[in-house]
């Protein structure tokens, strides 16, 4: 984790853990990142439905942004909560995927479960650490567009191909502005270079009863942007932990709090910027900003702003006596809040003058803050070769969503918008949600000779978004291992067979992912009755709702070889849901377009894991170890009797993936016009999907990874180690240049990649060959390989021997150079295969710093 230059400590689990898919959204510090744990379980509308539970230190830590968690506030970006935990204070990371080892969280792990401990201290004397680094990055792709000529060639070709005269009005490309001027708007936008800062000291010590460890971290990093923005992070943490002399009382504390300051621009790259004309003048002679007619000034937006303020508090505290030999009574409490609050700066001189649009400020205040109390009691009997553990426990949550304030208003002094008195508050709002959760349990786990092995849970979930008489639901699971290496017939028969295992788990597991109050008929502000703003239906009640529930089952193999030398692990799985939580459409006089429901329909995700170790040499001097991964999953909707009556019958098909990609069937290109296949023969093109009776869309494949993962290796000789990873993902997308390019000849710039195509060039959109670019653009024909494999990390250290380090006054001295994203191979024409946007990209980062102990 620490090897990686990343300020989001999930990034640094990407491609390294079967099963867990990672996709960031974006290359700039703070974005939101989509985690999935073997596939999406549910068709619920609502943002991080499929996520999985975050426990950092014992305590349940939200992972949607929360600034859009409830309300009305909507920046251009998201920022991940994720980004608050420091990854230098993280010890492990633990993934739970199925039913048996997300037992113990319940209905919260419905979607898998990240456990996240953080360090703690140690025994060996007082340690005072330091660690510096500083490096820099770069955006790794821009699409590379047409030159001045080029573009000219096309543009003055599609006028001659629409018999249309280029005037100062329909062409100042043509007509008016310098033929040889050039700007390279993808570098001018993102080209800059971002700027890492992190620095840390922390001490730590104790003796066999009592640990501690203390420590502090300042990040800074800079985007790639045209303007200067940066994200700032302070990272605090305490931890204490205590024994009795008899070791029969045991407590551990841990507090941190971190702060995160993030200026980000509000701005995205699309067609209007990115692509304009290589010609376009950015500013007129008395250096004011130009704005040519029917295009917008690529550097205006860039004076507005979005910046977030967050601040996490997390506290957990955990005590344990043993009342009799065998049997402790365990309790965990803990406290977590994040707490965000947004600004949103768009003065007027970010949009073209003639449309005199006023300075807006948008102003927000959002947090979540979780309570938590964990009892707990465990007996452990040993009895020959007999080893028994029982546990039953329980749990109690409450999580406040709130907002205090949202208010939307204009402003003259933009060095005073922040205070209420300089803004005309035109709109204002405040919302509030509270959620409760309490769950009691019992496990059993039992072991015979370290060679038989089984397991089973049951437990009663309560959630306060079912109504009274569906809120609680009962789910168990059961597990069986067997270690048949450690049989007589295996030891004496296969003497290089040093490690066989075969395990098995089933399990249900509920998930109550759905907004709060869904039971409930509710109302919103804001209808208008004549005059007056008065209150309006914001969705109708249904006290039937229940837990939608997922049914789990794990079949694995390990394998160890040669001492362990080599380690092989096959896992295979499948998940099936039901009792989908979804909507239901209702005739419009009712108020409301539909109402949650659970929906007749399964859904199920199966694939193949595995997971490959090796110790390639060892000799003393020099070790080389590699660590290799591959995930094969599939996604599927089996079946939905309802589907042709519901809202989802343009959106899913039975037999076929949640993220289906359905596009129009290609009929070529000709004479310069895209054409597609009228599929229903009905004689006209119309959208919709025909597996469903619904219009001329074929289904054509999905959006999910065909395969992913990842290829680790480790190099170590005398004090220097290297690290090489590299990490991968197969999967399709619509062509990423689209985003950058509209109609050859239209009056915007083309990536060089979209200059093949075939398509006659035409000056304007209304023309036959320009109205039917949305037929090529939603074809089979724009469908790409997005697969590819990243350089992801590359990390090369040095310890000083301790003989040196010692004789300077220091316990020991680690310098490292770390490389992120450095190479990407692909055949994918956007920005990026893995952000699939028009975000910045990963950068391409380079860090270099030192670790020193004293």
Same mark, same amino acid.
């Given at each position: 984790?620490?090897?990686?230059?990343?300020?989001?400590?999930?990034?640094?689990?990407?491609?390294?853990?079967?099963?867990?898919?990672?996709?960031?959204?974006?290359?700039?510090?703070?974005?939101?990142?989509?985690?999935?744990?073997?596939?999406?379980?549910?068709?619920?509308?609502?943002?991080?439905?499929?996520?999985?539970?975050?426990?950092?230190?014992?305590?349940?830590?939200?992972?949607?942004?929360?600034?859009?968690?409830?309300?009305?506030?909507?920046?251009?970006?998201?920022?991940?909560?994720?980004?608050?935990?420091?990854?230098?204070?993280?010890?492990?990371?633990?993934?739970?995927?199925?039913?048996?080892?997300?037992?113990?969280?319940?209905?919260?792990?419905?979607?898998?479960?990240?456990?996240?401990?953080?360090?703690?201290?140690?025994?060996?004397?007082?340690?005072?650490?330091?660690?510096?680094?500083?490096?820099?990055?770069?955006?790794?792709?821009?699409?590379?567009?047409?030159?001045?000529?080029?573009?000219?060639?096309?543009?003055?070709?599609?006028?001659?191909?629409?018999?249309?005269?280029?005037?100062?009005?329909?062409?100042?490309?043509?007509?008016?502005?310098?033929?040889?001027?050039?700007?390279?708007?993808?570098?001018?936008?993102?080209?800059?270079?971002?700027?890492?800062?992190?620095?840390?000291?922390?001490?730590?010590?104790?003796?066999?009863?009592?640990?501690?460890?203390?420590?502090?971290?300042?990040?800074?990093?800079?985007?790639?942007?045209?303007?200067?923005?940066?994200?700032?992070?302070?990272?605090?943490?305490?931890?204490?932990?205590?024994?009795?002399?008899?070791?029969?009382?045991?407590?551990?504390?841990?507090?941190?709090?971190?702060?995160?300051?993030?200026?980000?621009?509000?701005?995205?790259?699309?067609?209007?910027?990115?692509?304009?004309?290589?010609?376009?003048?950015?500013?007129?002679?008395?250096?004011?900003?130009?704005?040519?007619?029917?295009?917008?000034?690529?550097?205006?937006?860039?004076?507005?702003?979005?910046?977030?303020?967050?601040?996490?508090?997390?506290?957990?505290?955990?005590?344990?006596?043993?009342?009799?030999?065998?049997?402790?009574?365990?309790?965990?409490?803990?406290?977590?809040?994040?707490?965000?609050?947004?600004?949103?700066?768009?003065?007027?001189?970010?949009?073209?003058?003639?449309?005199?649009?006023?300075?807006?400020?948008?102003?927000?205040?959002?947090?979540?803050?979780?309570?938590?109390?964990?009892?707990?009691?465990?007996?452990?009997?040993?009895?020959?070769?007999?080893?028994?553990?029982?546990?039953?426990?329980?749990?109690?949550?409450?999580?406040?969503?709130?907002?205090?304030?949202?208010?939307?208003?204009?402003?003259?002094?933009?060095?005073?918008?922040?205070?209420?008195?300089?803004?005309?508050?035109?709109?204002?709002?405040?919302?509030?949600?509270?959620?409760?959760?309490?769950?009691?349990?019992?496990?059993?786990?039992?072991?015979?000779?370290?060679?038989?092995?089984?397991?089973?849970?049951?437990?009663?979930?309560?959630?306060?978004?079912?109504?009274?008489?569906?809120?609680?639901?009962?789910?168990?699971?059961?597990?069986?291992?067997?270690?048949?290496?450690?049989?007589?017939?295996?030891?004496?028969?296969?003497?290089?067979?040093?490690?066989?295992?075969?395990?098995?788990?089933?399990?249900?597991?509920?998930?109550?992912?759905?907004?709060?109050?869904?039971?409930?008929?509710?109302?919103?502000?804001?209808?208008?009755?004549?005059?007056?703003?008065?209150?309006?239906?914001?969705?109708?009640?249904?006290?039937?709702?229940?837990?939608?529930?997922?049914?789990?089952?794990?079949?694995?193999?390990?394998?160890?070889?040669?001492?362990?030398?080599?380690?092989?692990?096959?896992?295979?799985?499948?998940?099936?849901?039901?009792?989908?939580?979804?909507?239901?459409?209702?005739?419009?006089?009712?108020?409301?377009?539909?109402?949650?429901?659970?929906?007749?329909?399964?859904?199920?995700?199966? %694939?193949?894991? !595995?997971? =490959?170790? $090796? /110790?390639?040499?060892?000799? *003393?001097?020099?070790?080389? #170890?590699?660590?290799?991964?591959?995930?094969?999953?599939?996604?599927?909707?089996?079946?939905?009797?309802?589907?042709?009556?519901?809202?989802?019958?343009?959106?899913?098909?039975? %037999?076929?993936? !949640?993220? =289906?990609? $359905? /596009?129009?069937?290609?009929? *070529?290109?000709?004479?310069? #016009?895209?054409?597609?296949?009228?599929?229903?023969?009905?004689?006209?093109?119309?959208?919709?999907?025909?597996?469903?009776?619904?219009?001329?869309?074929?289904?054509?494949?999905?959006?999910?990874?065909?395969?992913?993962?990842?290829?680790?290796?480790?190099?170590?000789?005398?004090?220097?180690?290297?690290?090489?990873?590299?990490?991968?993902?197969?999967?399709?997308?619509?062509?990423?240049?689209?985003?950058?390019?509209?109609?050859?000849?239209?009056?915007?710039?083309?990536?060089?990649?979209?200059?093949?195509?075939?398509?006659?060039?035409?000056?304007?959109?209304?023309?036959?060959?320009?109205?039917?670019?949305?037929?090529?653009?939603?074809?089979?024909?724009?469908?790409?390989?997005?697969?590819?494999?990243?350089?992801?990390?590359?990390?090369?250290?040095?310890?000083?021997?301790?003989?040196?380090?010692?004789?300077?006054?220091?316990?020991?001295?680690?310098?490292?150079?770390?490389?992120?994203?450095?190479?990407?191979?692909?055949?994918?024409?956007?920005?990026?295969?893995?952000?699939?946007?028009?975000?910045?990209?990963?950068?391409?980062?380079?860090?270099?710093?030192?670790?020193?102990?004293?």
């Amino acid at each position: 984790i620490v090897k990686q230059p990343v300020s989001n400590p999930i990034i640094a689990m990407q491609g390294r853990v079967p099963g867990l898919f990672i996709n960031q959204s974006a290359g700039y510090a703070g974005a939101n990142v989509s985690v999935v744990i073997r596939g999406q379980n549910s068709i619920n509308p609502l943002p991080g439905s499929s996520s999985p539970l975050y426990i950092v230190d014992g305590v349940p830590f939200g992972s949607d942004p929360v600034e859009r968690s409830i309300g009305g506030f909507s920046p251009s970006f998201n920022f991940s909560p994720l980004n608050t935990i420091n990854p230098a204070d993280i010890e492990s990371i633990d993934v739970l995927k199925d039913a048996d080892a997300t037992a113990i969280y319940g209905s919260r792990g419905a979607n898998g479960v990240i456990l996240i401990t953080t360090k703690k201290g140690s025994s060996n004397g007082t340690d005072f650490t330091v660690d510096f680094s500083q490096g820099f990055g770069a955006a790794s792709n821009l699409v590379e567009m047409l030159g001045t000529k080029e573009y000219l060639d096309i543009r003055r070709q599609a006028f001659a191909n629409d018999n249309i005269t280029p005037t100062a009005a329909n062409a100042p490309d043509l007509t008016v502005w310098d033929q040889n001027a050039y700007t390279n708007f993808p570098k001018l936008l993102i080209g800059n270079t971002a700027h890492q800062t992190n620095a840390g000291v922390s001490v730590s010590g104790g003796n066999m009863y009592t640990q501690f460890t203390l420590g502090g971290t300042y990040r800074r990093e800079s985007t790639v942007y045209h303007s200067a923005t940066d994200d700032k992070a302070t990272q605090l943490r305490l931890s204490v932990q205590h024994k009795s002399v008899d070791s029969k009382f045991s407590t551990a504390a841990s507090i941190s709090y971190n702060t995160d300051n993030n200026r980000i621009p509000s701005y995205n790259l699309n067609l209007t910027n990115y692509g304009l004309p290589p010609n376009y003048p950015l500013y007129t002679g008395d250096g004011n900003l130009y704005w040519g007619p029917g295009y917008d000034n690529p550097l205006a937006a860039f004076n507005s702003s979005i910046s977030l303020k967050s601040s996490n508090l997390n506290a957990t505290a955990v005590m344990r006596y043993s009342i009799l030999p065998g049997l402790d009574i365990k309790a965990n409490g803990g406290y977590n809040l994040i707490d965000v609050k947004g600004m949103i700066i768009s003065p007027s001189r970010a949009s073209n003058p003639a449309y005199n649009s006023p300075s807006l400020v948008t102003m927000n205040n959002n947090y979540i803050r979780t309570y938590l109390a964990e009892p707990q009691l465990t007996y452990q009997l040993s009895a020959g070769k007999s080893n028994l553990k029982l546990i039953a426990g329980g749990t109690w949550q409450r999580t406040e969503t709130v907002q205090p304030y949202w208010l939307l208003g204009t402003y003259t002094n933009e060095k005073l918008v922040s205070s209420l008195g300089a803004t005309n508050v035109l709109a204002k709002a405040s919302d509030y949600a509270d959620f409760r959760y309490t769950s009691v349990f019992s496990r059993a786990e039992y072991n015979w000779n370290e060679k038989y092995l089984i397991s089973a849970n049951i437990r009663r979930d309560g959630s306060s978004k079912f109504g009274a008489n569906y809120r609680f639901g009962t789910f168990g699971s059961a597990a069986m291992g067997w270690i048949f290496s450690k049989e007589d017939f295996v030891s004496e028969n296969l003497p290089w067979l040093s490690f066989g295992k075969l395990r098995a788990s089933y399990g249900t597991i509920g998930n109550d992912k759905i907004r709060d109050y869904s039971y409930q008929s509710n109302y919103q502000a804001g209808a208008t009755y004549g005059p007056l703003v008065t209150l309006g239906p914001d969705r109708i009640a249904n006290p039937y709702l229940k837990w939608e529930q997922t049914k789990k089952f794990d079949l694995a193999l390990d394998l160890g070889f040669l001492r362990d030398k080599i380690l092989f692990t096959a896992i295979y799985y499948r998940n099936r849901t039901t009792d989908l939580l979804g909507e239901v459409p209702l005739p419009g006089q009712t108020g409301k377009d539909f109402y949650t429901a659970n929906l007749d329909a399964i859904v199920q995700n199966q %694939g193949l894991e !595995l997971e =490959l170790n $090796t /110790v390639n040499m060892d000799n *003393g001097k020099f070790k080389w #170890i590699s660590s290799f991964n591959l995930t094969i999953p599939e996604n599927k909707l089996v079946s939905y009797p309802g589907l042709m009556i519901s809202t989802y019958n343009n959106r899913y098909v039975v %037999g076929e993936s !949640l993220n =289906l990609r $359905t /596009v129009f069937q290609s009929g *070529g290109i000709v004479d310069g #016009i895209a054409t597609v296949v009228d599929v229903n023969g009905d004689g006209v093109i119309t959208n919709g999907v025909n597996a469903n009776g619904k219009g001329d869309f074929i289904v054509y494949g999905s959006n999910d990874p065909k395969y992913y993962g990842g290829l680790n290796n480790t190099f170590t000789y005398k004090g220097f180690q290297l690290d090489v990873f590299l990490q991968g993902t197969n999967r399709t997308a619509t062509r990423g240049d689209l985003n950058f390019g509209a109609y050859p000849g239209t009056g915007y710039n083309l990536p060089k990649s979209m200059v093949n195509t075939g398509l006659l060039y035409s000056s304007t959109t209304s023309s036959d060959a320009g109205s039917k670019y949305y037929y090529f653009a939603n074809s089979d024909a724009s469908v790409e390989s997005a697969a590819y494999v990243r350089l992801r990390n590359v990390s090369l250290a040095y310890n000083v021997p301790v003989t040196f380090s010692k004789k300077i006054g220091i316990s020991s001295l680690q310098i490292y150079a770390r490389g992120q994203n450095l190479l990407t191979f692909t055949g994918y024409k956007g920005i990026d295969p893995e952000t699939l946007t028009n975000q910045v990209p990963p950068l391409k980062m380079f860090t270099a710093g030192f670790r020193t102990t004293f």
